[in-house]
């Protein structure tokens, strides 16, 4: 035993071992990747890091009720209500909301939050003293969850603004997107997955169901400048702007260029976690009949415009950039163009 000891800790003579003590590092698991990164801001107080620990146990409890929606009818049947956005709410909708406000408010680091689910923000009575507002979508693209299609936790976290000892405040949460302290999302799919940053690159943590444990998966996410792939309702074509429907034609030109790929999948964040790994385009246009297109601001966009320009892309309104947008409701909507540089820019570029 002493002797593998030994030639253990001396492998890195023989590079076949060092090629296998690579493949087989240790797994960080989401709590030491937090701890780490706190420990190199000395100047950091342990209470972000505490927000994003509770936000990652939401994430589990989301996880392992989804995966047997299918077969607790309780759960996935239609809860006959809608919410502020007029949509169908399921169960899971509202299983989703209530777990991520239980966590947040037990984490004593929110002072409130706002969710799609919620016609306006909550402020926690008993956490007047915490100093981050969270913003969330609980469950975005759940209309999928019946086809056991990917469905995902958008996340955004904000430093308040209001005096620490006092409620929150609407205008704590109506922030321009570069204001975020923190942005993430947790997809649901054929493995669940946390991506996350606070202002020094994207990082993705894989849920290992043996151990229950987030596991750092994709370290320092790099979108590609360019790519072949856009995401798009094109349904919708005859209804966009004549400059999109100029970038479709161009996507689908395939005369002096091989045509482009449309992935679409119906769920923001799984459209936008292709695209973010690979490459691509996500477009959400504006519409006659959703003239500042469909998706939201506070609670889709700006988290997933944070992360995209943390990890090399970009996303626009088709005027300006996502994060630069001042709120007036929480629950306003943008058109958003999202993803590879390169193609942000040939979309907003296209007149
Ligand atoms: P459409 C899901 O309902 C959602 O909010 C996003 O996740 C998704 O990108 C979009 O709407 C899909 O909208 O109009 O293509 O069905």
């Known amino acids: 035993m002493l002797f593998l000891q030994i ?21 960080v698991t989401l709590d030491e990747f937090i701890a780490e990164n706190q420990y190199r801001h000395p100047e950091a107080t342990g209470e972000l890091s505490g927000l994003l620990r509770d936000i990652g146990l939401a994430a589990k409890i989301v ?14 049947g239609d809860a006959e209500k809608t919410n502020v ?46 100093k981050y507002v969270v913003l969330f979508d609980p469950l975005d693209g759940s209309s999928n969850i019946d086809v056991i299609a990917p469905v995902g936790t958008i996340f955004s976290v904000f430093r308040r603004k209001s005096p620490v000892g006092t409620l929150c405040t609407l205008e704590d949460f109506l922030q321009a997107g570069d ?6 999302y947790v997809i649901y799919g054929s493995s669940t997955m946390l991506v996350y940053s606070t ?13 229950g444990e987030f596991c750092l998966s994709h370290a320092d996410i790099q979108t590609p400048k ?15 702007p004549e400059n999109i429907q100029q970038f479709v034609d161009f996507c689908q030109d395939n005369v002096t260029k ?30 006659k009949s959703a003239p500042n297109g469909k998706l939201r601001l506070m609670y889709e966009c700006n988290p997933m415009a944070y992360l995209q320009e943390q990890a090399g892309g970009s996303a626009s309104n088709g005027g300006q950039r996502i994060l630069s947008i001042q709120p007036t409701e929480l629950h306003q909507r943008t058109p958003v163009y999202i993803g590879s540089e390169e193609l942000v820019n040939k979309v907003i570029h296209t007149k």
């Not at 030639?7 to 240790?26: C, D, E, G, L, Q």
């Not at 119906?266 to 936008?272: E, I, K, Q, T």
């Open 179 to 184: 204001q975020q302290a923190a942005a993430g």
């Open 7 to 27: 030639f253990a800790s001396h492998s890195w003579y023989f590079p076949i071992f060092t090629h296998v003590k690579k493949k087989s590092m240790r797994l």
């Open 226 to 240: 360019n790519a072949k792939t856009y995401s798009m309702n094109q349904g919708n074509c005859r209804d966009f």
């Open 63 to 76: 996880n392992r009720d989804l995966s047997k929606a299918g077969l607790v009818d309780a759960i996935l």
């Open 258 to 287: 091989k045509p482009y790929s449309l992935r679409y999948i119906g769920s923001m964040v799984a459209d936008f976690h292709r695209n973010l790994l690979k490459g691509g385009v996500f477009l959400y246009p504006p519409t």
């Open 85 to 130: 956005q007029g949509e169908e709410v399921k169960k899971l909708d509202e299983f989703a909301n209530e777990i991520l406000i239980k966590c947040l408010q037990n984490s004593g680091e929110c002072c409130g939050i706002a969710s799609e689910e919620e016609d306006t923000f909550v402020a926690f009575e008993n956490r007047k003293n915490a």
């Open 199 to 211: 202002g020094e690159g994207v990082n993705g943590f894989t849920l290992d169901p043996t151990i």
